[in-house]
């Protein structure tokens, strides 16, 4: 037997949510932890200066960790690698995962800029060897490869490498790695507080009828329909 749902007017539900009470300080500890990981360093600076908030890192290794972001965005993997050992050697020394993930993506711009012999050569000397050592590595080295069989990339099945998607996925990754070398979340809060609040708000659709926040962005409430 279905059962009717509670009905929770725009008034009370305002009611209920002014009544939870959230530091400004609380908030504003969030707001600089976004800017921080997402590596805003100029907004991040003025909201040090504006709101007095302390943030958890010093801000002028943001600008070198969105350098090397930025390097392997625009395909100067080597580049990013020499900016990430500058920052700290053990990031890449510690993480083989990473390091060949960066190798592969040098592999991937060779072959962008058509030089098939240095590929080859490259993914002999460079990325074979890791490859004999791991299975998973040396699956992902024989899909790079099979770029080079074709010559129209477009008809190629793992022709998604060659995408600038795979540039940022490799960038964001190393950018994660830097983080966490600095003791800091690789990710944001705020994006995981607002899967949080749309897990919530399905949860209790089930239960009752109340006013959403259908738009993140400005967080108004919306009006029940009578």
């Given at each position: ?130 490859g004999e050592e791991n299975q998973a590595f040396l699956q992902e080295l024989e899909k790079t490869v099979a ?27 190393v950018n994660a790695a830097i983080l966490t070398s600095q003791s800091h ?42």
């Amino acid at each position: 037997m279905a059962t009717s749902k509670k009905v929770i007017t725009r008034d009370e539900w305002e009611k209920k949510l002014n009544a939870v009470k959230l530091r400004k300080e609380d908030m504003n500890t969030l707001v600089m932890n976004f800017l921080v990981t997402e590596g805003f360093v100029e907004a991040a600076d003025k909201f040090q200066r504006e709101s007095g908030t302390k943030p958890e890192i010093d801000l002028a290794t943001i600008t070198d960790r969105m350098a090397v972001k930025k390097a392997v965005q625009n395909g100067n993997v080597e580049d990013a690698i020499e900016k990430v050992n500058d920052l700290n050697p053990e990031i890449l020394d510690t993480n083989p995962e990473l390091f060949f993930h960066l190798q592969q993506q040098r592999l991937i711009e060779l072959i962008r800029q058509g030089k098939t012999e240095e590929a080859l050569e490259f993914a002999q000397e460079e990325l074979a060897p890791r490859g004999e050592e791991n299975q998973a590595f040396l699956q992902e080295l024989e899909k790079t490869v099979a770029l080079l069989v074709f010559e129209d990339a477009s008809n190629c099945p793992v022709k998604d490498l060659l995408d600038i998607s795979h540039r940022l996925k490799t960038a964001s990754e190393v950018n994660a790695a830097i983080l966490t070398s600095q003791s800091h979340e690789k990710d944001p809060k705020l994006p995981s507080l607002l899967k949080m609040l749309i897990w919530a708000q399905n949860q209790l659709d089930e239960k009752a009828v109340y006013p959403h926040i259908n738009d993140l962005s400005t967080g108004q409430l919306e009006t029940l329909s009578e």
